[in-house]
């Protein structure tokens, strides 16, 4: 490293010689001519090689002080920013995301490397936070999946049983169906949500009518609706026609729809409405179940987040993240509205045709 290094300071020396060199040449010979040509002086060869030996060692003398100079000005404006940078990547290549490169003193130096450590440090932010994201994600996923793998493990011991009744049979054997197709959706909305998030999935717009997407998603929920004996109350205008992703869409109204039949208590009412502005149609899917807190209903667009845990059997906390990415995509518009004991209303507004 030491020989590295004496190279190339020697290689620096070199350069500079060879300019000082070049420039005092230049001038000397002019001088010399301009003296000659006016004062009619004529040089010996004893003055010529006395002159070029006192010039040769003024140049190695400059040549050494420039380069010292140019040395320090390197180490103190090039090198050390540079090693900051690399030690930071390192440390972020070992897995320390926390690490941020402090601003180089602007004095003596443009702010170029200031634009590198403010790009590099936008960047260890970036990955600070997607590591944060990964790591819930992956808790938050082996947390979920351990609920079913219980119940079905638990069901599968009871199976076992030589002397289980039938109807006991029936019944293990469905909380084990329950259990499985519950990791299925999960895993299927973690794929979606993946997808959606990392834009591998690419809406592929049409025209259609929304008020008869509504109804077709909602028909889906009559045997829901039918067994719980909730009302239903619709107010959707006619002939309101939008222009995006109809399956796409499909999965925030189903997602809606589900979430306002899983609050919503017998007896209770779930209304759907669409109106329509210049440039908006505005769905509205209100219902009269639990409600909720404002603090839970800043996380509710959060993967995993469940407010409500009584209904966590009948959900994974992915649904809503699901209809929120799925709406950015759509660049529309989302809001919610809720209050404890009297029910929620979630707003959805997407462009027009």
Same mark, same amino acid.
């Given at each position: ?97 926390? +690490? ?15 634009? +590198? ?7 260890? &932010? ?17 947390? &979920? ?25 029936? &019944? ?51 045997? +829901? ?100 990415? +799925? ?27």
């Amino acid at each position: 490293m030491k020989i590295k290094s004496i190279l190339k300071w020697l290689n620096h020396y070199f350069v500079f010689f060879i300019m000082v060199a070049f420039v005092i040449t230049c001038c000397t010979m002019l001088f010399v001519s301009t003296l000659r040509d006016t004062l009619g002086i004529t040089l010996t060869d004893a003055n010529i090689s006395a002159a070029a030996k006192i010039t040769f060692w003024n140049v190695a003398l400059l040549s050494l002080i420039f380069t010292i100079l140019d040395t320090i000005r390197r180490k103190l404006t090039v090198e050390r920013p540079v090693k900051r940078i690399t030690d930071a990547a390192e440390k972020i290549i070992q897995g320390d995301f926390s +690490v941020r490169v402090k601003p180089q003193s602007k004095f003596g130096t443009d702010d170029t490397f200031n634009q +590198v450590i403010d790009c590099f440090n936008k960047m260890a &932010e970036e990955l600070s936070s997607v590591e944060t994201l990964r790591t819930d994600f992956i808790a938050n996923v082996s947390h &979920e999946m351990k609920t079913p793998l219980a119940v079905m493990q638990n069901y599968g011991t009871l199976l076992q049983a030589d002397d289980l009744p039938k109807e006991k049979r029936i &019944e293990y054997a469905k909380g084990v169906t329950d259990g499985s197709r519950r990791m299925a959706e999960m895993m299927t909305n973690i794929l979606k949500l993946n997808r959606l998030e990392n834009q591998q999935i690419y809406p592929k717009t049409s025209e259609f009518d929304l008020g008869e997407q509504l109804c077709e998603c909602l028909l889906q929920f009559e045997n +829901v609706w039918e067994k719980a004996e909730i009302e239903i109350d619709t107010d959707i205008a006619e002939d309101i026609k939008v222009k995006a992703d109809e399956e796409l869409l499909s999965l925030v109204w189903n997602n809606l729809f589900s979430n306002a039949f899983k609050f919503t208590e017998a007896g209770g009412t779930v209304s759907v409405s669409l109106s329509a502005t210049e440039h908006h149609a505005i769905v509205k899917i209100k219902d009269t179940g639990c409600g909720m807190t404002a603090e839970v209903g800043a996380h509710i667009f959060e993967k995993f987040y469940q407010g409500d845990t009584s209904h966590s059997a009948q959900g994974n906390g992915l649904g809503l993240a699901l209809v929120k990415r +799925v709406v950015d995509i759509m660049q529309g518009e989302m809001g919610v509205e809720s209050a404890v004991g009297i029910g929620t209303t979630f707003t959805v507004k997407i462009r027009r045709a």
